[in-house]
């Protein structure tokens, strides 16, 4: 998830068009609606860069000034957290190639021509040679640019700054773990980093396991973040690479892009680890952000039981939103594939529930209660290196619904509250037990469309069947769509053809049934053009 906000109120008004919204997990639809400034240093977007983008559409004076603005919030956690990693290339004293102190150049030279001797030693020479890198001149070469030569970092040290300064850069480096465990390897993302794929290797270089998107919420500062077990100590390899900035980005006379990289073990007394304790529950006190007013916190277990169980007190009125990373070596590494996600409120009260097996990620239920559990279940088949990692968010939940009788015909419909940032969006909260019918209203204009997603069986709800139309005044329909257990009801650019009222009708197939998980359900309405 990608970040470019420092002092804006809305994440979705810099970064999030109502367009790119689509299809992210609720997670995102609904963080995005509250007031953000934990990017710092105006943090913006790793995607790729446009392939029409043009030298010169950017300039020096665009770069970062020293300044203590970071891509995270709070204090930081024993110098190695993205969050709260300030983004400021003076502020760090690793630089990148060798690892040498960054420094102005000094020259004695007397001013020429009104330019100072810094500005006029970056004049570019006449006739000179390009360089096989363009930003030689400016930086020590890079030497860790294979297995070989790899750049040693220290678990647990300094961040490792680096910058980028060709198409395709791939980053060689080497830690060493001193016993099995959790370890974590994570690159930062802000206005100038890239979007970085980073891998973990063995000491026989062997892959074992990969991250392209390791946010754990818009704007938390993270690009990619490995969360791994090494089952024995020794030497690791990490690649770092951009797939995806085009070599013209780089003709310019100076770098733009850079990445902060570390390395931490993972393990009890870490912030924003909880690690999963056999037969006992373990009491789980996530970090809170400051800026976000969001919890978050990593939950590990390596499976020596058939559940784990994780409890969190004090969070009733929050969405809970849980996203199992991924196994294999295109994921964090585990061999364990399949299993399940519980969340449980009092007298076993069922919130949600997922299939790992089936392909279901995350689980985003209302929580209600001021005490809940987190249940992860164990597959059968555990393979040589069991384990998960589950990332856990905790948000200020939007409120629910006002009256699920009324709202059961189009006279009743639940007036659907609209932001107005370019495109129009709102964001709504439901519960639809199995026979209810529900409706929503907005107002659209003539040669509008509407877009709309809604998320709750797949995302643990148990809802089933989930079922959704756009319709006019007239109850013609403009649109319909359906979730399924893996993917959010769609529908797309459905046309407004008269200006007025117009309606979202929701329904399901869902069975009364006692043991199933609570029928909530959330869907997001875009307007415009």
């Avoid at 400016?138 to 860790?144: A, E, G, I, Q, S």
Wanted: charged share 25%; net charge negative; with cysteine.
């Amino acid at each position: 998830m990608s970040c470019d906000v420092s002092s804006h109120p809305f994440l979705s008004a810099i970064v999030y068009g109502a367009d790119s919204m689509r299809g992210l997990p609720f997670a995102a639809l609904l963080v995005a609606a509250l007031p953000m400034g934990g990017c710092g240093s105006d943090g913006g977007p790793s995607d790729p860069m446009p392939t029409d983008w043009e030298p010169g559409t950017m300039s020096k004076d665009t770069m970062p000034a020293d300044s203590s603005e970071g891509p995270g919030s709070g204090e930081r956690q024993a110098g190695t957290d993205m969050r709260t990693e300030g983004s400021d290339r003076a502020g760090d004293r690793e630089v990148a190639g060798q690892g040498a102190e960054m420094q102005a150049p000094v020259t004695d030279a007397p001013e020429q021509d009104g330019l100072s001797p810094e500005v006029r030693d970056a004049q570019p020479v006449p006739d000179q040679q390009p360089s096989e890198e363009p930003f030689d001149d400016l930086r020590p070469p890079r030497t860790h640019v294979s297995f070989e030569t790899a750049r040693d970092v220290e678990v647990g040290g300094q961040n490792v700054l680096q910058d980028v300064l060709s198409a395709g850069q791939v980053d060689y480096y080497r830690f060493r773990a001193e016993h099995a465990g959790f370890y974590e390897v994570m690159t930062d993302r802000h206005k100038y980093a890239p979007n970085l794929v980073v891998s973990l290797f063995d000491a026989e270089r062997a892959l074992l396991a990969q991250n392209d998107e390791g946010g754990m919420w818009p704007g938390d500062g993270i690009d990619s973040r490995l969360v791994v077990r090494l089952s024995e100590a020794g030497d690791f390899f990490v690649r770092v690479e951009d797939p995806s900035t085009p070599p013209q980005f780089f003709d310019g006379p100076f770098p733009l892009l850079y990445y902060h990289m570390s390395v931490r073990e993972l393990k009890g007394g870490v912030p924003g680890v909880a690690i999963a304790d056999g037969e006992h529950p373990v009491h789980v006190v996530p970090l809170m952000d400051g800026e976000t007013d969001l919890a978050y916190v990593t939950l590990l277990g390596e499976f020596n039981v058939e559940t784990d169980v994780f409890e969190l007190h004090g969070f009733d009125g929050r969405l809970l939103v849980g996203e199992a990373l991924a196994s294999g070596v295109e994921g964090n590494g585990s061999t364990a594939f399949g299993g399940g996600i519980r969340v449980v409120e009092a007298q076993s009260h069922l919130l949600a529930e997922i299939d790992r097996a089936l392909g279901q990620v995350f689980v985003a239920p209302p929580v209600s209660d001021e005490r809940i559990r987190v249940e992860v279940v164990g597959p059968t088949d555990l393979g040589d290196n069991p384990f998960y990692a589950v990332n856990l968010v905790l948000a200020p939940d939007i409120p629910g619904e006002q009256d699920d009788a009324a709202n059961d015909g189009l006279a009743g419909a639940q007036p659907l509250g609209l932001m107005a940032m370019g495109r129009r969006r709102g964001v709504v909260r439901l519960t639809l037990p199995a026979g209810d019918v529900d409706h929503i209203s907005f107002v659209a204009h003539e040669g509008e469309f509407v877009d709309v997603d809604c998320e709750g069986e797949s995302a643990g709800s148990g809802v089933r069947g989930l079922s959704a139309e756009v319709l006019d005044g007239a109850e013609q329909v403009l649109g319909d769509g359906s979730e399924t257990t893996l993917e959010q009801l769609r529908i797309v650019r459905a046309p407004v053809e008269e200006s007025g009222e117009h309606f979202l009708r929701l329904s399901s197939n869902t069975l009364e049934d006692a043991q199933a998980a609570e029928p909530w359900l959330r869907c997001s309405v875009t307007i415009g053009p």
